[in-house]
């Protein structure tokens, strides 16, 4: 793992835990696009036509980028600022850009 890598798990607890509301939006989100992702599957046994599929698989890239830069907005404005607040931040800078860079590849 080189420096701008980050651990799958890093062990770490969120500073504010995500509310019931939040984690059932987010389920709820990941859940849509579980389905998309069967609906391809059947797609390709049916042999359906490539762009048709292509385009499903593109839907379901742009509605993951959603769910991880909503969950990346909350990281920053609870994780991050809380950990500037308490004079972490460096750290949490850090791991942020990293995080960053990693999502947007």
């Not at 420096?3 to 607890?13: A, D, F, V």
């Not at 385009?55 to 950990?83: D, P």
């Amino acid at each position: 793992m080189d420096e701008h890598t980050l651990p799958e798990n890093s062990g770490k607890q969120p500073l504010t835990p995500r509310t019931d509301d939040e984690k059932q939006a987010v389920i709820n989100r990941l859940k849509r696009i579980e389905g998309q992702v069967r609906g391809i599957q059947k797609m390709v046994e049916n042999d359906r036509y490539c762009v048709d599929v292509l385009v499903q698989i593109s839907a379901i890239n742009n509605a993951l980028n959603k769910v991880g830069y909503s969950l990346l907005e909350r990281h920053t404005h609870h994780c991050v600022a809380g950990a500037i607040k308490k004079g972490e931040g460096e750290e949490a800078i850090d791991e942020l850009m990293k995080v960053i860079q990693q999502f947007s590849k």
